[in-house]
């Protein structure tokens, strides 16, 4: 406790684990710890440019409405964490919500504080906190930016390529792709792959919670939201 920065100490914020179900994802049964992002007083700018549901519509209707276009999605893994912060932002913990096995490992008896916390300097990504999300956005558009992807000027979310004929959407660590060669598809992948763990659905059925019904022959599309 005593080494946090005294300016910085208004800015120390709290930890709490959230446990999920999520059906859509590999790992159904998730446990995350976060960070209280209402505590966090970050100067800049934390706004992500993102796709929204309508871009997302026009977009799925521009793959029936071309001829021989696929759609894929992908995501990528654990996009908030392990992204370098310039500014480190600092937690305390609840010594008693510690497993003692990382206790005992990381010796953490002997800097609880008398509060019963643990603090925490935070030098990375971590889910909750406000600006997690506009480095790591910055991260990866830097990353694409390097095989020739970029945003399109007027269209927050939709990105393109200098070459291949590639678009997709992006919400978040989401990628809807439209695409006419898989082949244009594996750079894509491989490009992400450099720097990320990627998972891949080549039918292209669920993207960010919505269920899309392809029928390629009779170029028609059903989206729904079930429940």
């Known amino acids: 406790k005593h080494q946090i920065p005294q300016d910085r100490f208004k800015d120390v914020t709290y930890a709490k684990f959230v446990c999920e ?4 994802k590999a790992e159904v049964h998730r446990t995350r710890l976060t960070v209280g992002g209402d505590k966090v007083h970050y100067p800049g700018d934390v706004g992500t ?7 997302v519509k026009m977009h799925v209707n521009s793959v029936i409405s071309t001829h021989q276009a ?10 908030y964490l392990n992204t370098p912060m310039v500014r480190y932002e600092y937690v305390r913990i609840k010594i008693d ?5 990382i206790i005992v490992e990381y010796k953490l008896r002997e800097k609880v ?3 019963g916390h643990v603090y925490v300097e935070i030098r990375k990504g971590l ?18 930016e ?35 060669r898989k082949e244009d598809v594996d750079h894509l992948i491989q490009s992400l792959k450099k720097d990320f763990t990627l998972s891949e659905d080549w039918k292209g059925d669920l993207y960010c919670g919505i269920s899309l019904k ?4 009779e170029r028609t599309l059903d989206i729904s939201m079930p429940g």
């Open 127 to 144: 889910y909750g906190l406000p600006q997690a999300g506009k480095i790591a956005h910055k991260e990866l558009v830097t990353h694409v």
């Open 21 to 24: 179900l999520k059906q859509n």
């Open 49 to 55: 440019p993102t796709a929204d549901l309508t871009l």
């Open 214 to 217: 392809w029928d390629y022959e």
């Open 113 to 115: 504080a008398s509060d």
């Open 97 to 101: 919500d510690v497993p003692e096995e």
């Open 146 to 180: 390097k095989d020739g992807y970029f945003q399109a000027k007027h269209t927050p979310g939709l990105f393109l390529h200098k070459t291949r004929s590639t678009k997709f959407s992006l919400v978040v660590d989401d990628f809807g792709v439209k695409y006419s």
């Open 70 to 79: 696929r759609y894929m999605t992908h995501d990528v893994k654990n996009f």
